[in-house]
Every structure is written in C-alpha cells, then in structure tokens.
C-alpha cells in the first residue's frame, strides 16, 4: 500500500486542487505521495528526477506515476522536478517494479541498490586519472552472416534474447564490437573490473568518443561525470559490471552481457538478484535485443535456448584450443602428495624455457589439522567448521567466521599429541611446488588480496618474456583478463569441486575448467590431476563435447525435478531467539504444490541462531506465495533478520 508523505509544516497542504503524484526514492520504503505545484506540472512525467521533503529532508526520488486516488489527509509539495526529460525510462521503471515483485523486495531497496546513486547525488571530478590501459588487444575476425540474426533483430527494434555459445572470450568481445558497428544506445555488462577496464579502452578506440564506463571502483567524480554525459546524450555505449546494465541510457537497441554463467553477476548482499535476468527483463520492458554470451553457457540459459525462449548461435571457428591431459592420482607417480610427476616435469620445463605456469586449487591456507588418535578435526568452536591452518601465521582460521587461534599442541578432544595437517591449501602447495622446482611462486587467494591494488600488484607480476610461477585458488582466474596467458596450467584435486555438495557443482566445474583454458597461450598445455577420470564431465570437457554435457546435466536434474524443471527458494531467518518453531510452522502451512527441505537450524556469526528453509516448486508464483507468508510472521521485528534467496545460485 502507498504511505502519504510526512505532514511538516510548511510544505504539505489539507486540500488542493493540484495533482497528486507517487514518488520513489532509494530508501527502505515504499513510494510515498506528494501534491505537484501548479509551476511544476508542465514536467510532470513518469520517469522525472525529482526533488521532495522526506523525514525532514529534501531527498531526490523518481517520479512514477500520477495518484487518482491519493490517501486521506494532509500532503506534502514537491520541491522540484528537475530537467526536461525523464531520467529512467517507463521501460526502467517497469523493471523496478518486476524486481521489486519478483526478489520480494520494497521498491525503494530496489532503487538504491541498483541505478547508480550519482543519478540522484552529483559530486565534482576532482583529481581525474586517465584509466590503466593495458594495449590494444588482437581481436579475432567475426562472420558478419553469423551475427545476421542479431543484427537484424537491433534494426527492427524488438525484443529477442539471443544466446551466444562463443569459440573464445576474444570472440565474445570482437562480436559485440561488430554489434556496434550498427548499435546505438547500447549497453556491455561484464562480471569483473578488470574485464571491464579492457573491453573499455577496446572500445574507446574503434569507437572514439561514444564510450563510457561504470563499475564500483570508480572514483564517484568520475562516475558523475559519465552519468552526465548518459543523460545528455553525449555518451551511447555503457561498458561495465552490473552498474552498467541500470545505466539510465534512453531508447536502448542492445544489451550485452558478456561471460553469462559468472559468480559475480548473482548478488551476494542486499536484495539477491541476478544480473542476466534483469538483463533479460529489462530487454522485454526496454523492447530491445539481449544477447548473452560464454565459452560455455549457464544450463538454464542453455535450456532456454534449446526450449525456444532464446534463440542459440554457434559459429563456427578453429580457435586451437589445447586438449587437456587426465591425470589419474590413483595409479600416476607423484613428485609430493598433490603434484604428479608428471605435471612437474613439464612445468619445470616450461619455467626453464622462459614460459608462465599456472597451478589452481580449489581451497586456501595449509591444510586442516586432524587428530591419528581419535581421527578428530579441530573445528571453529562457534560455527563448528573445519578450521584451516596458516603456517606461515601459525594460527588455526575459521573461514566463515574469521575466528583465529594458535595451532594447538594436543587434540581438543582426546589430548593426544598426534596432530597431522591433511589436505593441501595454496599455501601448502606452495611449499611442495616451490621445493620440487627450486623457484619462487606467486600465491594469489582471498587471503593475500584484500583490495583491488593487491590484485593489480599482483598480475603486474606476469610480463612478456619473464618466467612467472602462479598458485591461486579460482579466485585468481576471475581477475585474469585476455592478456594474461600461460604455458602450462596445472588444475589439482578437481574432484573437491566435482563434488561440492551443490546440485549445480559439476556444472560450476565444467565453467571453471572453460574459463582457465581460455589463458591458455597457442601450443600451451592443460593438465587436470583426478581420481575420478571417467566422469562425464572429465570425459566431455576433454573431448569438448559441451552440447553433451549439457544433455547428461539435464537428463540428471530432469529425473530429480531441479531446476530448470523445478524452482528454488531460499530463505534464512536469523536472530538472538530460537524461531525454529514459529518457522515450522509457516512451513506447514505450505502451498501442496510446494516442497520444502528443511528447516535446518545453523549458527549466524552476528545474530546467533539461524534458521534456513529451503522451498521448490515450478510454480514460481506458488513460491512467491508462501514465502510472504512465512516473512509476514517477522515484518517489522527489529530482532529478527530475513533474507529471501530468490533462485539461489
């Protein structure tokens, strides 16, 4: 229900003929009603900046729509609308209100967290630096009858979502260039600064003048000013992360949005949405042409395209790409517990030949610390996680909560003395890697990169014609860009990931393996270390049979009813009181169509006691349904944190 605005003297008003008109600002409530001075009304439209008292304060808001029905009572002015034509688009706000719908959000929270705040707070350039550029990138050539159906879809100016199963990242990026060519008013979204930053100088120089950029770790001078200049018109194509796609761009004929699958787009704070399907939505209320691309696609996008919702694009290109070696860790002889021989040989040869070599893993630290004794693993005493020890720190740390303490001595449960670490961290396989090629590695986890700088020092590390030794979790590859590449990438204990208590594991692995072989150089090598070598997605990747993999995948989640035949919904209560009864009891009362898993009672480092219930059904507004229902029993309690999970990923 829409809230009248504040009665504060002197600007609201018991009765008037003027008209009444709700507006949205990007705070935690909903939209608020407000009168329109006659001297303003010429500019009354949806869509228009404006400027009005909220809690004592003038606070600038988006004018939505005309009230015929305004709330009893006293209402406030409008203190201003500001320039001559709307700064979102009826296609933008038609966006905000599905999400606000779709995510189970207040409208205002949905406002806040994703058009840029510099649309409704201007701050002045001050100390401008030109961005980092990295040199121009040699794109390879695109068939233009290959992108036939795209282009002709941007002319006609209709809504069609297109699903770009792309031969290379370079090839993502060289077709959207030649999008450009007869694109306007087009928008690039990218999961990461990085990627970002190159793709924008990429553009900037086949298309001088027209590009601008936006992402979180711009300086907000510098992102006013390229807001500035979307508003004005001087400024037609938007590259960046998800910022980038809230871009208040007018009659928009493209979205792109490049490396689809990405973590990165499905937010982690805040309102859990996912940046592909705002994409896709706003293309469907812009009335525009959405193309998604990846070396290899998301399975729900996938099966969009295979249903007929997206329509699948395959070109065909000779992309040389190197077929990766299997390593079966059973039976191989191994140079230390984690790397084969095999793997060793051929990544001392590389480094003596002046080349770059990559190691990946999947986890972080030493290793855990489990007692010979009783065959306990020294948990967090707060979470009740395995803690991971830091040699070089020489502490034990939870990575959940953070929670550090020193490497204890004797078992916490049996007081024995015979503690081995088990399992190797990048840290321990630092140490094995650096001992059997008596060379120096650069370590890249969480741990080492806390901000953007470190992980700019970092790459610095990697330079033409110098030997670089990597080790890093997957962390690493999210900030590699095109010109980062190796001789050699190593993947150890693939199967942790393989195996991840996550219906979507495999297919998580499968895109990370996808995304690693993208950095590496022409004549370079791949080496996956398994003691699972007949998997199907081994089998698939290693053949780059991805069409089949996709098959196995759904004839799987087919069977089990998990999306994309079903829908998921998530959601987490936490708080300092035990809730578990009172959500049981939403649980109960169920929709039939609904089944619910859990719920299941675990620890919030903040608030204490954390109740999560997770919801399926492929009736999504049946989910919709029941999850107000449940979030109603704790609307307003102060003690009490909801967090809806919307599709979780």
């Avoid at 002889?333 to 793997?343: D, F, I, R």
């Avoid at 060793?344 to 030493?366: D, E, H, P, Q, T």
């Avoid at 490497?407 to 990048?426: A, D, Y």
């Avoid at 009362?589 to 919030?604: F, H, K, S, T, Y």
Wanted: proline content about 6%; aromatic content about 6%; charged content about 25%.
């Amino acid at each position: 229900m829409l809230e009248r605005g504040e009665q504060v003297s002197p600007l609201f008003v018991l009765q008037s003929p003027m008209k009444c008109y709700d507006i949205l600002f990007p705070l935690a409530i909903g939209p608020l009603t407000y009168l329109c001075p006659d001297e303003l009304a010429h500019k009354a439209e949806p869509g228009m900046l404006v400027s009005a008292p909220v809690r004592n304060k003038i606070v600038q808001g988006i004018l939505l729509s005309k009230n015929a029905d305004p709330p009893a009572g006293p209402l406030k002015q409008l203190a201003d609308i500001h320039g001559e034509t709307p700064a979102l688009s009826k296609g933008m706000l038609r966006l905000l209100a599905w999400m606000s719908d779709y995510y189970i959000a207040k409208p205002g929270v949905i406002l806040k967290q994703t058009v840029p705040a510099e649309l409704f707070e201007r701050t002045k350039q001050r100390g401008r630096k030109d961005l980092p550029d990295g040199g121009e990138l040699t794109l390879p050539e695109v068939r233009q009858e290959d992108l036939l159906p795209v282009t002709g879809s941007v002319s006609e100016k209709k809504y069609r979502t297109f699903l770009l199963h792309s031969p290379s990242d370079l090839y993502e990026y060289a077709a959207v260039a030649s999008l450009l060519q007869t694109a306007t008013n087009a928008v690039v979204v990218v999961p990461e600064i990085a990627r970002a930053e190159t793709l924008f100088h990429e553009l900037d120089r086949l298309y001088p003048g027209r590009v601008c950029m936006l992402h979180s770790d711009m300086a907000r001078g510098r992102r006013s000013e390229y807001m500035e200049g979307i508003l004005s018109g001087k400024y037609d194509i938007v590259v960046g992360t998800r910022m980038a796609l809230f871009a208040p761009l007018k009659k928009v004929s493209l979205i792109a949005l490049l490396h689809e699958p990405s973590s990165f787009y499905k937010m982690e704070e805040g309102i859990l949405y996912h940046v592909r399907d705002a994409a896709v939505m706003r293309g469907f209320f812009e009335k525009t042409t959405v193309l998604l691309s990846s070396v290899s696609p998301s399975i729900d996008s996938y099966y969009n395209a295979l249903s007929g919702k997206y329509t699948l694009i395959r070109p065909e290109a000779d992309i040389g790409r190197p077929r990766p070696t299997i390593v079966d860790m059973r039976f191989s002889k191994k140079a230390s517990p984690a790397v084969s021989k095999e793997a060793a040989m051929l990544a001392g040869s590389r480094l003596r030949a002046g080349k770059n070599v990559m190691f990946v893993i999947n986890r972080k630290g030493y290793s855990s610390l489990l007692c010979r004794e009783c065959e306990n693993t020294e948990a967090c005493p707060d979470c009740s996680i395995p803690l991971v020890m830091y040699k070089e720190e020489k502490v034990l740390r939870c990575t959940y909560c953070g929670k550090k303490q020193a490497i204890p001595l004797l078992c916490s449960r049996c007081r024995s003395p015979k503690l081995e670490p088990i399992g190797s961290g990048t840290e321990r396989i630092q140490e094995q890697i650096e001992g059997l090629l008596k060379t120096t590695a650069v370590r890249f986890d969480s741990d080492l990169i806390k901000k953007r700088t470190d992980v700019i020092k970092l790459l610095e590390t990697i330079k033409d014609g110098q030997p670089n030794l990597l080790i890093g979790t997957k962390l690493l590859t999210t900030h590699l860009t095109p010109r980062h590449m190796f001789s050699l990438v190593v993947v150890l204990n693939i199967d942790a990931s393989m195996n991840f208590p996550d219906f979507r594991a495999t297919e998580k692995t499968y895109m990370e393996l996808a995304s690693i072989r993208e950095h590496i150089e022409p004549g370079g090598s791949m080496i996956i270390q398994t003691r699972a070598p007949g998997h199907y997605l081994l089998t698939c990747f290693k053949n780059g049979e991805y069409q089949a993999f996709v098959s196995e995948e759904l004839r799987i989640r087919r069977s089990l009813l998990f999306p994309p035949f079903s829908r998921f919904l998530n959601i987490k209560v936490s708080g300092r009181t035990d809730i578990s009864g009172s959500i049981a009891k939403a649980t109960k009362e169920a929709d039939a169509q609904i089944d619910v898993l859990g719920p299941v009672e675990g620890r919030d480092r903040k608030r204490g006691i954390e109740i999560s219930l997770l919801l399926k059904s492929a009736d999504r507004k049946a989910l919709n349904r029941v999850a107000r229902k449940a979030i109603g029993r704790y609307e307003g309690r102060r003690d009490v944190r909801i967090t809806i999970d919307v599709d979780p990923v």
